[in-house]
């Protein structure tokens, strides 16, 4: 079964939207595996993030993911990953479409409020990055041939 990593950002913490970003996973029907709040280490966001590190915006980012915890989450599901980046929207909060996250909560791309991974491959890179095997629990919701076919 399909996973995805997402984060709710230093951001989507201090403005409370912990429990709003959930009820989006949740009552589309995806199953939680993995939830923690931590502080980030500088080491683990440049990791995290290793593939803008050439971007201007890189240090800022670093920066900002590392002021205020997050709150790391696994999510599975069949397409979760693609569908996790619909529910969250585009990198830009601005044209992001009303209804998604960064669309009906945020106004800046630096202050986008979630990361979803952007493939399969890396999800599982993300996810072994940010969470230990043990971290991850297998179990079964009971509603889930109410909500698979
Ligand atoms: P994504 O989060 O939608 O996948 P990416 O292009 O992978 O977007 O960029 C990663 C993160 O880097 C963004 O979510 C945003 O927080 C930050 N970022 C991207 N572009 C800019 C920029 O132009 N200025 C400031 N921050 C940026
Ligand atoms: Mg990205």
Redesign the pocket.
């Known amino acids: 079964m399909e996973r995805t990593f997402i984060m709710i ?1 230093p951001d989507g913490v201090q403005r409370n939207l912990v429990g709003e970003v959930i009820r989006r996973f949740e009552t589309k029907g995806f199953k939680l595996v993995g939830l923690k709040l931590l502080s980030v280490s500088k080491e683990l966001a440049a990791k995290h ?1 290793d593939v ?1 590190k050439e ?1 201007p ?1 890189f240090a ?2 670093v920066q900002f993911i590392t002021s205020s915890p997050v709150v790391a989450m696994v999510w599975e599901g069949d397409g979760v990953v693609a569908s996790a980046r619909n529910l969250i929207g ?2 830009n909060p601005l044209t992001s479409p009303p209804g998604t996250i960064r669309g009906d909560f945020g106004v800046s ?2 202050r ?1 409020l979630i ?2 991974s ?1 493939a399969i491959e890396t999800a599982q890179h993300e996810i072994a990055l940010w969470f230990t095997p043990e971290e991850l629990v297998s179990w079964e919701p009971t509603i889930t041939p109410w909500v698979y076919e």
């Open positions: 950002k993030y803008h971007r915006f800022g980012l585009a990198t791309i630096g986008n990361h979803g952007d």
